[in-house]
Structures are given as C-alpha cells and as structure tokens.
C-alpha cells in the first residue's frame, strides 16, 4: 500500500492527503465523445458484447488516460453488468439506454439468482488484470459498481426512466420484495467489488445516480443502509481497500450518508454549493467534483470560471477534480483538453 501511495497522487487524496494540483479523472471520461471509442462501439455487435471483451475494454478504459493523462482510469464496464449476471436479460439498442425485463412484481423477483454468477463477470476481472499492465507510473486504476437503489430503479423499470417512479412505487407497494432485491444486490455488488480489488484495482467507486430522489426515511433505508453494509463487505474482505461513495443528488443529506457510510472520499454533484461543500463535506472527508457537465460543453468563459471557482474553494484541502456526473457525448475533445491544461495551472487569466 505505501509504495502505491507514494507514486498515486489519487490514493493519497484518498488517504486525505492534500495535493498542490489536484489529481483529475471524469466521470464517462470512456465513452461516445471520444472518436477512438465511437470507432470500436462501431464494429461491436452491442454494448455488451464491448463490456464482455477483456481486450476491448482494457483498450477503452485505457484510451482517454492516453489522450489526456488523467490520474485516473475508470473499468470501462456499466453499472448493469451485475443485474445480467443475475440473470436478468440486459440490452443496450443505441440512443435508447438500456432494456432490461422489468420487475413488474414479486413473482418476477423470484426468476433472479441468489447469487452473482462470477462467471460471466470473469471477463470484467481479466480486464483489469490487462489494464494494471498497461497503465502508466502514478496513474490510478478505479472499479466501480451501482449502488442497489440506482441498480435496482432500471431493473424494475426495464429502463431508464426521468423520475425513478416504477421503482419508487414497487418499494412502497412491495416493500417486503424491494427489501429482498436491496438484499441481493448488497451481497452481489460486495463480491463483485472483492473480485475487483483481487483483480487489481486500486479503489472503487459506488454510483448512487438516483439517490436523490428518494425521501429522508427512504434515503437512510435505500441508499445509506445498503451503501454502508457494501462498505463494511469490502473492507472486511480487503482491509485497507479505499471507496469514494457517489449519491448524487443527495444535497444536505450528504451529511448524513458521512455520518453513516464509511467512505474514503465522496463524490459531489453539480449542485452542491461550492461553501457548503467547502465548510460542511471536506472537512470531515476528501472530496471529489463537481464541474457541471454542461460547463464542459458549453467551453469558453463559462468552462473557465466554473474550473477556477471550483479550485479556489476545495484544492486547500483534500480534492479531486471531477464533474458532478458523466461526461456527456456531445462533450468537444478540446474543452476536455482545455480543462486538464487549467486544473495543471497551464493556463491562466
Ligand atoms: O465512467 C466510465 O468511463 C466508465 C464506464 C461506465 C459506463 N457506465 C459506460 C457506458 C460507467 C462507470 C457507467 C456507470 C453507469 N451506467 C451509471 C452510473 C453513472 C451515471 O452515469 O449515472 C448508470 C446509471 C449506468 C446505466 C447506463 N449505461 C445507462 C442509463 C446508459 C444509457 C445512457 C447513455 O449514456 O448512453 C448506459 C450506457 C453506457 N454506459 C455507455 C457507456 C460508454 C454508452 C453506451 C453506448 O456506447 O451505446
């Protein structure tokens, strides 16, 4: 571990060390922005099929840290993997997300495993295994998984949805059977995590996309309780393993998922006041954000001083640079370019 620290500027943020430039990675940094991605997605038969190749998505994940030398790579897989090795059918058709069989009630709970079939996620392992002997000195290799509430809203919707309704009523009308698919996922995403810190990588990341739109009472019971047994899951199984959680539109709950959810740093959304962020989150653990995505798009002044405001209230203390959610595709190569240049202090004025 102390060699690791040493030469990863990201691990030690995560160790709540302070860097003079803050380490940066984004979120979907692998993905339809990029050409060099958009050329493999091409020839792919589907989305899945990408994800299930070991040396495709060593090659992806590995593609933006060429192009911009991120001080992290981020697994290029999807949160969705886990649902398919529960043998839900999972499909990407592009520009439409992802279709799954919905969960339309307890029945259908019950066509689930139990239990993650490692199997058929040995490819994601073997990733990371050709990643890890790629990767350059320093840079950082991040897993991830969904969390279970923003896993379990596309298996009960079949899809995407705007407000997470279908998983939203499932849990207040079936309460005794979302509470078992919550059980499932807890246990699936924390073997599936262990496997990916034997495979090699260096810290993960739990996406809680949709944690936002549950109620308090909700929050704690959907997404801080399942959040927090993973954490304890992993760190009993790989002592010393370092987590950033993501609830994204948690707003002022992010207090009490600190409280609650022992992570080693938490990701910030676009909205969270850069003060309060500042004042109430990074002083108690490192944080990581929250450059809104659509200020990445957008470029010029507008790109400048979101950067500028973002570093001025969190690089006195532990920080990493990141978005506040997923690069979006439309997103031009040379405002990401533009970005890294700015957060490196090559750039000023
Ligand atoms: O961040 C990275 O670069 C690593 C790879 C990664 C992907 N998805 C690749 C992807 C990660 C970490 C994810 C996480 C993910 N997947 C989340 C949580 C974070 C977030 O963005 O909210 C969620 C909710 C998903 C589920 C998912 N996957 C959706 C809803 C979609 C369709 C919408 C979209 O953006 O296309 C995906 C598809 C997906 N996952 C793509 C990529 C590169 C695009 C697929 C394509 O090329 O057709």
């Avoid at 692998?30 to 020839?43: I, N």
């Avoid at 079939?117 to 320093?138: M, T």
């Avoid at 707003?251 to 910030?268: M, P, Q, R």
């Avoid at 659509?294 to 209230?313: E, N, P, V």
Wanted: aromatic share 8%; hydrophobic share 45%.
């Amino acid at each position: 571990m102390t060699d690791r620290l040493v030469d990863k500027p990201l691990l030690r943020v995560l160790a709540g060390g302070c860097e003079a430039i803050p380490p940066i990675w984004l979120m979907r940094q692998a993905g339809r922005y990029l050409p060099e991605y958009r050329a493999l997605r091409a020839k792919a038969a589907g989305f899945l099929d990408l994800c299930f190749d070991t040396k495709q998505a060593a090659e992806i994940t590995l593609q933006p840290i060429r192009r911009f030398g991120f001080d992290a790579a981020i697994l290029f897989s999807d949160i969705l993997v886990v649902p398919h090795a529960l043998g839900q059918r999972v499909t990407f058709r592009e520009g439409e997300g992802p279709q799954l069989d919905a969960i339309v009630d307890s029945s259908a709970l019950k066509r689930l495993r139990e239990e993650v079939d490692h199997v058929r996620l040995e490819p994601v392992y073997e990733a990371i295994a050709a990643v890890k002997r790629q990767l350059p000195v320093g840079v950082a290799l991040l897993g991830f998984c969904g969390a279970p509430w923003t896993v379990a809203t596309y298996m009960i919707a079949g899809a995407g949805t705007m407000d997470q309704l279908p998983a939203r009523l499932f849990a207040y009308q079936h309460c005794e059977a979302f509470a078992k698919l919550i059980d499932i996922l807890v246990e699936a995403s924390t073997g599936y995590l262990i496997r990916q810190f034997a495979a090699g990588v260096d810290a993960v990341q739990i996406f809680d996309t949709w944690a936002g739109v549950l109620p308090g009472d909700e929050f704690r019971r959907w997404c801080i309780e399942p959040c927090s047994r993973i954490v304890a899951g992993v760190r009993k199984a790989v002592p010393g393993s370092r987590i950033i959680g993501f609830p994204r539109g948690a707003a002022t709950e992010l207090e009490s998922y600190l409280d609650a959810v022992a992570v080693d740093a938490i990701g910030l959304d676009w909205t969270v006041e850069l003060g309060f962020a500042r004042d109430r989150v990074q002083t108690r653990r490192p944080v990581q954000g929250n450059l809104d995505p659509l200020a990445l798009l957008a470029g010029g002044a507008a790109l400048d001083r979101s950067i500028d405001a973002i570093l001025d209230a969190l690089s006195g203390g532990p920080f990493i640079f990141n978005l506040g959610h997923g690069v979006l595709p439309e997103t031009p190569i040379a405002h990401v370019e533009r970005l890294v240049a700015r957060v490196r202090g090559a750039t000023d004025g």
